[in-house]
């Protein structure tokens, strides 16, 4: 009797220790990953939210004072950064600028330029981020402004209609499915941008 007792004894404080050792290794296991995730979160973003083109995309916001966050977002929304990059409607470009409002902005700024210096990412972002913010100037908000860069000047259509706008400012639906998914998905980029790269750590 007395050896079966010390048996079992024996058996309850292997069973211990074995909980302690596990729970050792989970807390150090928490540990690592705890120090290491500043890395995970650099590779994450760096894979699924690039920072490329910085020097233009800098001198863009500058100068049509936007932010830096939603030009990322537009140029990753548009493009995912494919200087190359072409729609199925003819949009060309790192921010997929169509060819006749290429010229139209040309004409606003007086300038002539060839339609393949929209393959140029100076030329791209540049015109691309002026024509962002002559919508947002246009419209008076950031989102109409980005549903605008989608969709054109319909969009004045949508605010005078009390379905989509309650005030005629902003909308409050956007009757496109694919615009509606594309401000989305802008917003939604330039939100991770800003939590990445642009906030205060």
């Known amino acids: 009797m007395a050896r079966y007792g010390e048996k079992k004894k024996h058996g309850f404080l292997k069973n211990v220790m074995l909980i302690f050792s596990s729970l050792a290794i989970a807390v150090f296991a928490l540990y690592l990953i705890i120090q290491n995730l500043g890395c995970v979160q650099d590779m994450v973003g760096d894979t699924l939210y690039p920072m490329k083109y910085q020097q233009q995309v800098d ?7 936007l932010e830096k966050p939603l030009i990322y977002a537009v140029i990753r929304t548009e493009s995912h950064f ?10 060309v470009g790192l921010m997929q600028l169509m060819p006749e409002s290429f010229e139209w ?6 300038q002539e330029l060839d339609i393949s210096e929209l393959n140029n990412p100076d030329v791209n972002i540049d015109y691309g981020c002026y024509l962002l913010r002559y919508f947002y100037d246009y419209y008076g908000s950031e989102e109409t402004a980005v ?9 004045g259509d949508w605010l005078k209609d009390p379905n989509y706008s309650s005030d005629g400012k902003s909308l409050d639906a956007i009757p496109y499915g694919e615009t509606e998914r594309y401000v989305e998905k802008v917003m939604k980029a330039k939100k991770m ?5 642009f906030s205060e750590k």
């Open 147 to 155: 549903a605008a860069y989608n969709a054109g000047f319909i969009v």
């Open 59 to 65: 001198r863009a916001a500058e100068t049509y004072n």
């Open 105 to 110: 902005l040309q004409g606003l700024r007086g």
């Open 82 to 91: 494919d200087p190359e990059a072409e729609s199925h409607v003819g949009a």
């Open 193 to 197: 941008y800003k939590k990445l790269y």
